[in-house]
């Protein structure tokens, strides 16, 4: 008993002096200086359709950036392309693969991953185990999924760069050399989903930002992000606490090395860095995360025996919402779905599928049960019941995008 006593100090003394070490790098940190924009790049306003707009830089790799170190992917320029104020209709565009979601959410909270950045292994594996105490998100090391963040390589600016939200395959989250524990945190944040706390479109009741003492190249950082104007994107009062916030006093970003805050609260006083998930961070990614699952009902409008080799018939189908064990509920929040409807013909004695309409939608919060549409089966046999040309179907699928 003793010994084991004598074990147990002893480990908290070592916990102790790990925690002490650590404070002390953790003061180090500072990634608003980190996020540095070199000022070799371009930068675009876009001003979208739907009243938003973002300010993305573009670096001399050709990346598109927004908010200093989240890296935009194809599908989401596209979106903003697409989107934009003077954008030419892409109603007849066919090679349409894009989701049209700004920002993709990980299948279920699991988030893949792997490591391929020793230098970073320790922080980052602190960084993961601080995200799942304390948060629903799941991280499992990839063995051969698709989506996937890889912890790998160094930005081309700033302490750390990554993804928002699930880009679709490998995404890589960039950290500089020893970038430290919240560093790793925040850009998790980022691959996540979550913007800097600063860019609320609503920030403006609690903070004000003060452009005379930020430079140019700063300038887009502290730019308000309203994309698409969704509920979801700003969850709660403003947090001071975030870990994605930038500090008060940014002296990179200010003009003449000026000392006055690029921020403050409304009351003028200031703040500095925030090194753990606060509880805003973990509300948010809960409300994001929570884990809304589709059901699926039908009814049968129509059956018709048209012989005994051919039939036809009509579904309406509707969905409806649960949790875990079939627990039916009304929608707590909005959710979006993509509703795509596919026509099946039986031709030469191949099938032919062809997507009739994709069309993506916000079902609002307290939706019970949302009718999507009538599927339609018309199927001929020969006498050995194999399918003959001229049958088809037109079916529905509906994906959860967030
Ligand atoms: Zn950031």
Known sequence: ????????????????????????????????????????????????????????????????????????????????????????????????????????????????????????????????????????????????????????????????????????????????????????????????????????????????????????DWKFQYDTYSVQGREGEHYGPFDFQSVMLYRSINSEASINGSSVPQMTRLDGSTWGDNYYLSQGDIDGINYIYTPIKIGWVSNYSEITDVSEYANKCKKDIWINFYEGNFNWITLPKPITVKIVCTRKDYSNHNYVYQIISQNIITLPAGTQQYQIGTETYEEQYDQNMNEMDGSYSITYNVIRMR
């Open 1 to 216: 008993m003793t010994k084991k006593i004598k074990i147990n100090a002893a480990l908290l003394v070592l916990c102790c002096i790990m925690f002490t070490v650590g404070c002390k790098k953790e003061n180090k940190i500072d990634f608003t200086k980190q996020e540095e924009i070199q000022s070799k790049g371009s930068y675009i306003l876009y001003k979208l359709k739907d009243g938003g707009q973002v300010s993305v830089y573009i670096n001399e790799k050709g990346e598109y950036i927004v908010g200093g170190d989240v890296v935009l992917s194809k599908d989401q320029i596209n979106y903003l392309e697409t989107n934009k104020i003077g954008a030419k209709s892409n109603g007849n565009q066919t090679q349409s693969t894009f989701t049209g979601e700004f920002v993709k959410l990980w299948y279920e909270g699991v988030v893949y991953y792997t490591i391929n950045d020793p230098n970073n292994s320790s922080s980052i594996i602190a960084a993961i185990n601080h995200w799942e105490s304390n948060t629903p998100i799941r991280f499992v090391q990839r063995t051969y999924q698709y989506n996937y963040v890889n912890f790998s390589g160094v930005p081309s600016q700033g302490g750390g760069s990554s993804y928002l939200g699930m880009k679709g395959g490998m995404q890589e989250i960039k950290l500089i050399p020893n970038a430290g524990f919240t560093v790793a945190v925040h850009e998790i944040g980022h691959a996540l989903g979550l913007m800097h706390e600063q860019t609320r479109t609503d920030r403006d009741q609690y903070i004000n930002v003060n452009y005379s003492n930020i430079n140019n």
